[in-house]
């Protein structure tokens, strides 16, 4: 088993929130004796989890759950106030927009400022300034003042220090959300590279794509409380089922079993390669396979899966399709779609669809569930590979050949 880096026994967060009696100066004034009571908010609850050298553990839960406060604790943010931590190495966190800037001083100075906050010397930061402003892509920028920077631009220039920290634990909050696309790519590359070295990575993100393609196991919270951990398709389901709508009047019960108008809920939609091992990306020249698991709880006629493939504009690039017919009530039904790669490099989307014909007319039949995958080719013009072959002839003119 591997190293334990992060021990987490009963931790617990209080927050104390101010309530004022008396809200306005009359009020003070009549009543002098009134003054500020504080309630206790309990953001975390005996959360208990380890985390192993080389993971790259998910944290996930709705908003308020409590992920960005665990993360805070891990990062020395905030004081714990139940239970212990035991963190072996160092943490290089990146966690919110701001934190370790000054907004009057320029880019380059705050480079050193937070590449020293981090744990590095001057003379570190100096060795790695140029890989820090090559992948921030800030080169005509160093010498402005932060308070002139953009959110995304200040995201790109905090998380190219956090990764040229040398940090043996990276923390990495949901900001990345900031970035564009092209960005975002750049930042899954460096997911990739620390999973392939054995890195230790803690990632909170609501992007379940990004939970299911990198992480190793995921910890799911709710009102502060752990409710679930474990690998990415045991955990990510109920995170799903967390976030269903409510149906009226029945108790305020989360709908879990689908809807009226989405009987068929899809309980999986995995990515697998060939060797039936998640995708991260799907290579050049490689045959990507999508399982799916269905549950209907009624009949249904001429059913069939679709899976639209989107580029990252939102335009269709194509479909891939499967034929159930009847779908069973209560019948469970596993389906499988292979697909050879002929796209050309890029993000694409991959958004399931389950179709059937509902009183003679076909309908959707399922609430729609996305998953985005990376494509690597070596070269490629627009969104596809197009298979074909090419001769080259050596053209002679026979007569001139022949003359004498």
């Given at each position: 088993?591997?190293?334990?880096?992060?021990?987490?026994?009963?931790?617990?967060?209080?927050?104390?929130?101010?309530?004022?009696?008396?809200?306005?100066?009359?009020?003070?004034?009549?009543?002098?004796?009134?003054?500020t009571?504080?309630?206790?908010?309990?953001?975390?609850?005996?959360?208990?989890?380890?985390?192993?050298?080389?993971?790259?553990?998910?944290?996930?839960?709705?908003?308020?759950?409590?992920?960005?406060t665990?993360?805070?604790?891990?990062?020395?943010?905030?004081?714990?106030?139940?239970?212990?931590?035991?963190?072996?190495?160092?943490?290089?966190?990146?966690?919110?927009?701001?934190?370790?800037?000054?907004?009057?001083?320029?880019?380059?100075d705050?480079?050193?400022?937070?590449?020293?906050?981090?744990g590095?010397?001057?003379?570190?930061?100096?060795?790695?300034?140029d890989?820090?402003?090559?992948?921030?892509?800030?080169?005509q920028?160093?010498?402005?003042?932060?308070r002139n920077?953009?959110?995304?631009?200040?995201?790109?220039?905090?998380?190219?220090?956090?990764?040229?920290?040398g940090?043996?634990?990276?923390?990495?909050?949901?900001?990345?959300?900031?970035?564009?696309?092209?960005?975002?790519?750049?930042?899954?590359?460096?997911?990739?590279?620390?999973?392939?070295?054995?890195?230790?990575v803690?990632?909170?993100?609501?992007?379940?794509?990004?939970?299911?393609?990198?992480?190793?196991?995921?910890?799911?919270?709710?009102?502060?409380?752990?409710?679930?951990?474990?690998p990415?398709?045991?955990?990510?389901p109920?995170?799903?089922?967390?976030?269903?709508?409510?149906?009226?009047?029945?108790?305020?019960?989360?709908?879990?079993?689908?809807?009226e108008?989405?009987?068929?809920?899809?309980?999986?939609?995995?990515?697998l390669?060939?060797?039936?091992?998640?995708?991260?990306?799907?290579?050049?020249?490689?045959?990507?396979?999508?399982e799916?698991?269905l549950?209907?709880?009624?009949?249904?006629?001429?059913?069939?899966?679709?899976?639209?493939?989107?580029?990252?504009?939102?335009?269709?690039?194509?479909?891939?399709?499967?034929?159930?017919?009847?779908?069973?009530?209560?019948?469970?039904?596993?389906?499988?779609?292979?697909?050879?790669?002929?796209?050309?490099?890029?993000?694409?989307?991959?958004?399931?669809?389950?179709?059937?014909?509902?009183?003679?007319r076909?309908?959707?039949?399922?609430?729609?569930?996305?998953?985005?995958?990376?494509?690597?080719?070596?070269r490629?013009?627009?969104?596809?590979?197009?298979?074909?072959?090419?001769?080259?002839?050596?053209t002679?003119?026979?007569?001139?050949?022949?003359?004498?």
């Amino acid at each position: 088993m591997s190293e334990v880096v992060i021990t987490c026994e009963g931790v617990g967060k209080v927050f104390r929130i101010p309530r004022a009696d008396q809200r306005t100066l009359r009020g003070r004034i009549l009543h002098p004796g009134s003054g500020t009571r504080f309630e206790e908010f309990r953001a975390i609850k005996s959360v208990d989890v380890e985390i192993r050298k080389g993971e790259f553990f998910g944290v996930v839960g709705r908003n308020g759950s409590g992920k960005s406060t665990l993360l805070k604790i891990l990062a020395g943010i905030y004081k714990l106030d139940e239970g212990s931590i035991e963190i072996d190495g160092s943490i290089a966190p990146f966690i919110e927009l701001g934190v370790g800037f000054n907004e009057d001083l320029s880019a380059r100075d705050n480079v050193f400022i937070n590449g020293a906050i981090l744990g590095m010397s001057r003379k570190q930061v100096a060795d790695r300034f140029d890989a820090i402003v090559e992948f921030a892509e800030l080169h005509q920028f160093m010498e402005m003042k932060l308070r002139n920077f953009s959110s995304g631009m200040l995201m790109r220039l905090a998380f190219a220090i956090a990764v040229q920290s040398g940090a043996e634990i990276l923390l990495i909050d949901e900001v990345l959300a900031v970035g564009d696309g092209r960005f975002q790519r750049k930042c899954h590359e460096v997911f990739r590279e620390r999973k392939r070295r054995g890195e230790t990575v803690v990632f909170v993100s609501h992007d379940m794509n990004a939970i299911e393609a990198f992480c190793d196991r995921v910890l799911l919270l709710e009102n502060g409380v752990q409710i679930a951990l474990g690998p990415p398709a045991v955990v990510v389901p109920k995170y799903h089922e967390l976030n269903r709508p409510i149906e009226d009047g029945i108790d305020g019960a989360p709908v879990t079993e689908g809807s009226e108008q989405h009987p068929v809920v899809i309980r999986r939609f995995e990515l697998l390669d060939e060797q039936g091992e998640p995708m991260e990306a799907w290579p050049a020249d490689s045959t990507l396979g999508l399982e799916v698991d269905l549950d209907s709880p009624t009949r249904l006629e001429q059913a069939m899966v679709r899976v639209l493939v989107t580029n990252e504009g939102g335009g269709l690039v194509g479909a891939l399709t499967a034929q159930l017919n009847t779908l069973e009530p209560d019948a469970p039904r596993t389906v499988r779609i292979d697909a050879e790669n002929i796209l050309g490099a890029g993000t694409y989307g991959l958004e399931i669809e389950v179709h059937a014909v509902v009183d003679g007319r076909p309908q959707l039949v399922a609430a729609p569930r996305r998953r985005d995958i990376d494509v690597d080719a070596d070269r490629s013009v627009g969104v596809a590979r197009i298979p074909h072959t090419s001769t080259v002839t050596d053209t002679v003119d026979h007569e001139l050949a022949h003359a004498d």
